[in-house]
């Protein structure tokens, strides 16, 4: 919503001011994905589908939602659900700005990006997930500085503009050999020894323009049959770039012999059979990104034509409510599918495709361009311009029962289809699944006690246990419309209303966000344990105001997270209380 306010002097002057203010309002219960699916329409496609019981309604009635279908005639032409997922993704280091900017392929943002980088990076030249502080010393990290190499070089190899400037890969590059080179430590908290695991990745970052040499593996214990997945795909990387390495041949295909005994399939879910040793989530590593990874890998490779298509829809089966789990998943994932299409899709799309759901349908026609559709408009989504979409609402039937969506192709090729269950779902109790949280609210010197009131200020308090050690967990808990939370330095902010918070356990924040919407602490490090976070909030506005869950959870080991419903917040004028 976007607000202008103005004002002119009525006199001889006739000054003028004006302000604007951009109003960003979210539902407190929004529309998710409740499921997905991508399918390729070859005749007829028909999917039984259903409201979720518990979905919410609007005023008039009618559910909130709907199945949302869009079209494309490639792979290649996007990913709408990785899309979504990207455009609401919430959190914002560097590894996830990045990844936001390039998944989206946002030109414009990746340039943003790029303006703040050099901030990120320590003096040694490696990249830091958040700013480093004055005094912080040499922290960044080799993970963080070589992921950021390797995938904007492949992020590039598509679209020239996603590639890192020469100066500033320089300085990352010269981190990584001073590190490969045993020239600088960066020694983090790790659940096993990693070090020859770190070393691989930078090398495989440094192969990518020559910086790697064949002595730099001198360091290494080369034992691939015991290493995880994401690391015989490093070696081979390496391999098949740095040219004089010794029986260079012979090490490429015992690598490339590792990697295909591992590959397993379960259904259509593409899998690995050392699953549970390439769980690397500290080094933001896991199935996900392995299976995308090698499918970039091998692409182009003959020996593996007739393998690729089942390996890609292996990793499309991966997804879960139309997207993976991470950012560094959605954006390996959707660099590999695109590369796939444009190595393997040619056949063009024409003719018609014919939706149908109840009494609603809708016809698209391939001979006329993309337009702008209820799907977009509805789900507040862009879309890129390839995709054709349509939003079908919810019929009053599927309440009581399911009814089957069809969809129907007339003409040559075949389109896939993402189809996606959209519904606004209340959370009605905590869900734990690693993470306990507990939240408590405490007026400050109230104006009315037992009554919130416009100008009060409260402490919010939240108690976590953490079943296990993690690295990289974020508390996000979200605040009234309006309110203000306290502790930025900001003009006229209180600091002694600040002065109680007390904070207990062991984990401390990397880099705490007081945003308009929430409070957010990220956590490089936490360890297993029952750890407390306070802040303290000043209520500016009367009304009453829904709020989402407070949630906590391990950016890059998503199964592992905790959730925590909020009743509404009610706040009254001072008069009206009194």
Known sequence: MTWTIGAAEQGASHATDALKVTQRVTAAIPITVQQATLTQVDGTFSLPVAAPPNATATQAGALRGGIAVSLQSKLSDGMPGVRRWFERYPYSCLEQQTSVALGLRDPARWQGVLARMPVY????????????????????STTLTAYLLSVTDEAAKLDPRFALPDELRAKLEGGLVSFVEGRLERNFWAPRKDLDLRKLAALEALSRHGAARASMLGSIEIAPNQWPTSAVLDYYAVLSRVKDIPQRDDKLAQAEQIIRARLMYQGTRLTFSTADNDDLWWLMSGTET?????????????????????LVAGLLALQKNGAWQTTTANLWGSIAVQRFSQVFESVPVTGQTKLQ??????????????????????????????????????PPETRSAPMSLTLTHDGTGKPWATIESLAAVALKAPFAAGYRITKTVTPVDPAVKGVNTRGDIVRVHLDIDAQTDMTWVVVNDPVPAGATILGSGLGRDSKAATQGEKSKGEAWPAFVERGFDGYRAYYDYVPKGKFSVEYTVRLNNVGTFGLPPTRVEALYAPSTFGVLPNAAVVVKPAAAAK
Do not use: C, H
């Not at 995308?292 to 089942?310: Q, Y």
């Not at 349908?361 to 993309?370: F, G, L, M």
């Not at 507040?380 to 079908?392: E, H, Y």
């Open 121 to 140: 990076l320590d003096k040694d030249g490696l990249a830091n997930y958040f700013p480093p502080g004055d005094d912080s010393g040499n922290t960044g």
């Open 290 to 310: 392995n299976a995308a990874r090698t499918a970039l890998t091998f692409v182009d490779m003959p020996g593996w034509k007739d393998e690729m298509p089942r």
């Open 357 to 394: 759901l109840g009494s609603t349908d809708k016809t698209i026609s391939w001979a006329q361009p993309a337009a702008a559709s209820s799907y977009a408009s509805a789900t507040a989504i862009t879309k890129t311009a390839d995709t054709r979409s349509q939003l079908l609402p919810w």
